[in-house]
């Protein structure tokens, strides 16, 4: 191992959030910083003690390439249409040696040289530096070379060579398949590839998803169309009111609201029976107003909640919907009234998700792709892990809506539909 390399890599590229997954894993003391996180684990990596070293090099590497697939990352979520054969992505992971490109201690990162030709002359494509296993789940970890707006110490624009780190990750228990990266800042262009749009990144991913797909085969995906009523359903469950004094109210009053209404067309010269779009819009108006009022005067019951809605989005830029208060977020008063109104009258495609677990909450954006949705966090630290609860709830929804499809498909061939 080339340390000097390794210690480059670690102060340009890792947080010190970073470590404390193979810290707090062998119990190794947390350090006050990163510099001296750095110096603990070399230490536990090369000191022999008695027998052998606290954590192998095997493991320190397997860690090295694997650490940057937290932090404030992109995540977008392909469907696939198959699953990948289990006997395939395990031969690939028994054989990783051979498929690994380069090293990460092989790469000297010091890309003070305005020569960029002479920064990291052995990162001119995108590498393979390794493959991850955790039960059947497989994550394929590349880098790439990147170019980056920068200045030099007197104030004058440059471009930089950087590394660019992505992580694949498949399973052969199910038909996803993430692309996970770090949305570098000031970016021009990786592996000379380049952005869609200033915020679009669509095109980095598929870049690096068909990299794996040299890897996997030509696996085809499946176009995330049910992501607007995924992220529907989403924000009705989370802000719903839990509270069933104003259930049953609503429900008690569903008919005085469409007689009040047919009653008030009537009066201003609107036939209800011929307008019904207006008439139904209208009781649906009415009934929103309504149950905002039960909300004010009963209140939210509060059951375990861990998902607030702080922003809503529908139609790309139509009608967007932001909440400062952490405590109503989507639930209550005058930006919950809008933002209802708006999901009945068009399709969400982004929706901005606050997530609780214990004394932290992680603020997401789920948006919608063509080839594949995005989950990205909004400028924290987010472990994999959490995303993948978000990842799971869509999912959830994904199946529910596309059940549904096939049952009212087989129905129309004839099938008869359970009522259970």
């Not at 394929?140 to 104030?155: Q, W």
């Not at 609107?270 to 309504?290: H, N």
Request: with cysteine; proline share 2%; glycine share 4%.
């Amino acid at each position: 191992m080339n340390w000097d390399n390794i210690n480059r890599l670690l102060d340009s590229y890792t947080q010190h959030k970073h470590y404390h997954i193979i810290f707090d894993k062998y119990r190794l003391p947390r350090k006050g910083s990163s510099k001296l996180m750095a110096e603990t684990l070399y230490n536990a990596v090369n000191d022999k003690g008695v027998l052998y070293s606290i954590i192998s090099r095997e493991a320190f590497y397997d860690w090295l390439t694997y650490h940057q697939i937290d932090g404030n990352n992109y995540t977008f979520v392909y469907n696939l249409q198959e699953k990948p054969v289990e006997g395939l992505l395990k031969n690939l992971y028994d054989n990783r040696e051979e498929l690994i490109d380069i090293k990460l201690w092989e790469i000297n990162c010091d890309n003070e040289s305005e020569d960029l030709s002479s920064v990291m002359p052995n990162l001119d494509d995108i590498k393979l530096v390794n493959i991850h296993k955790q039960d059947m789940r497989y994550v394929f970890s590349f880098i790439a070379p990147c170019l980056v707006n920068g200045k030099m110490e007197d104030g004058a624009q440059r471009l930089f060579k950087k590394i660019f780190f992505a992580h694949c990750v498949i399973s052969s228990d199910n038909n996803d398949c993430k692309v996970i990266f770090n949305p570098t800042a000031h970016l021009v262009s990786v592996n000379n590839t380049q952005k869609d749009r200033r915020t679009d990144w669509s095109p980095i991913a598929n870049m690096f998803f068909f990299r794996l797909k040299t890897y996997i085969g030509d696996i085809k995906i499946k176009a995330p169309l049910w992501i607007p009523e995924a992220l529907s359903r989403f924000v009705e469950e989370a802000t719903n009111h839990n509270n069933p004094v104003i259930t049953q109210h609503s429900f008690n009053h569903q008919d005085k609201i469409y007689d009040f209404a047919t009653e008030l067309m009537k009066e201003v010269n609107l036939d209800p029976e011929k307008d019904q779009a207006i008439l139904m819009k209208f009781v649906q108006d009415i009934q929103l107003s309504f149950e905002a009022q039960l909300i004010e005067k009963y209140g939210v019951i509060h059951e375990n909640e861990v998902f607030e809605i702080f922003r809503q989005r529908s139609d790309g830029v139509t009608h967007t919907i932001d909440v400062a208060s952490r405590e109503a977020g989507l639930r209550a008063g005058a930006a919950a009234q809008a933002a209802k109104r708006s999901r009945a009258d068009s399709d969400i495609d982004l929706l901005g998700i606050n997530y609780k677990r214990e004394d932290r909450s992680y603020k997401f954006l789920v948006e919608q792709g063509a080839d594949a949705y995005l989950v990205r966090g909004t400028n924290t630290f987010i472990e994999e892990e959490v995303v993948n609860i978000v990842i799971r709830k869509l999912n959830q929804y994904r199946d529910e809506i596309q059940n549904a499809a096939f049952s009212v498909d087989r129905s129309g061939e004839g099938t008869v539909i359970s009522s259970t």
